[in-house]
């Protein structure tokens, strides 16, 4: 099992739509955690850190579930320019610090 | 506001070659790192360096060098190079180590023929 797992997609959404990803991680000592977007041939860029209380940042939400270990992502009101992919990360201490990318779920939004 | 600059921004290598990737941040940041992304397996760590001075291995260090030549550069060696290696390479960099974002370069495409 991948430490870190996203679905890989892809989601075909139509302009307008509310689209949500998961994310699951397998290690419990797990202690911070982000999500980034990535454009086609271009580099990974940090949308949002995911808090426990969870946060919002204009149409995107993420959310932390301790207990499940998973964070999602919510996007609403999709542009066309939210196309892209995206990246889970999460920050664990376990013998010192370790970052692992999630492999990234593709969103596609049409016109 | 360069941000993290890497060049090359393309190579293309002959098996056995070797060449230095380089990588400089001017966000005063103290961690930088090294990755490949490969198609379906997410970004993997080559090498890192937590602080000026210091370097480690990451998950595939194999086939690989580092030099953390200051503050604002870390630089990326294959000293042969192998078709394994045809990846695209992030230099990255943060200001701590555990519970900060990184800023990637902007990413230097490889292929080993």
């Known amino acids: 099992r991948k430490e870190v797992e996203q679905d890989p997609g892809p989601f075909n959404v139509p302009e307008g739509a509310t689209v949500a990803f998961n994310c699951t991680y397998s290690n419990s000592a797990s202690q911070s955690f982000f999500w980034y977007r990535q454009d086609c041939r271009k580099e990974p860029k940090l949308l949002m850190s995911v808090y426990s209380s969870g946060n919002e940042d204009g149409r995107f939400t993420a959310q932390l579930n301790r207990a499940s270990q998973y964070i999602s992502l919510l996007i609403r009101d999709s542009k066309l320019s939210d196309s892209a992919t995206y990246l889970c990360?999460?920050?664990?201490?376990?013998?010192?610090?370790?970052?692992?990318f999630g492999a990234g779920t593709r969103l596609f939004v049409k016109a | 506001n360069a941000g993290v600059t890497q060049t090359p921004k393309f190579q293309v290598l002959k098996t056995g070659q070797s060449m230095t990737l380089q990588c400089a941040q001017d966000?005063?940041?103290?961690?930088m790192y090294w990755y490949r992304q490969d198609p379906g397996m997410g970004l993997r760590l080559i090498y890192y360096?937590?602080?000026?001075?210091?370097?480690d291995k990451g998950e595939v260090p194999n086939g690989y060098n580092v030099s953390r030549l200051n503050k604002r550069e870390f630089s990326l060696r294959l000293e042969s190079a192998a078709p394994s290696q045809t990846s695209v390479y992030f230099c990255a960099s943060r200001k701590g180590v555990g519970t900060d974002g990184y800023t990637f370069g902007s990413g230097t495409r490889l292929t080993v023929v």
């Open positions: 990360v999460v920050n664990s201490r376990a013998g010192g610090f370790k970052t692992i």
């Open positions: 360096s937590a602080s000026e001075g210091t370097t």
């Open positions: 966000m005063n940041h103290n961690s």
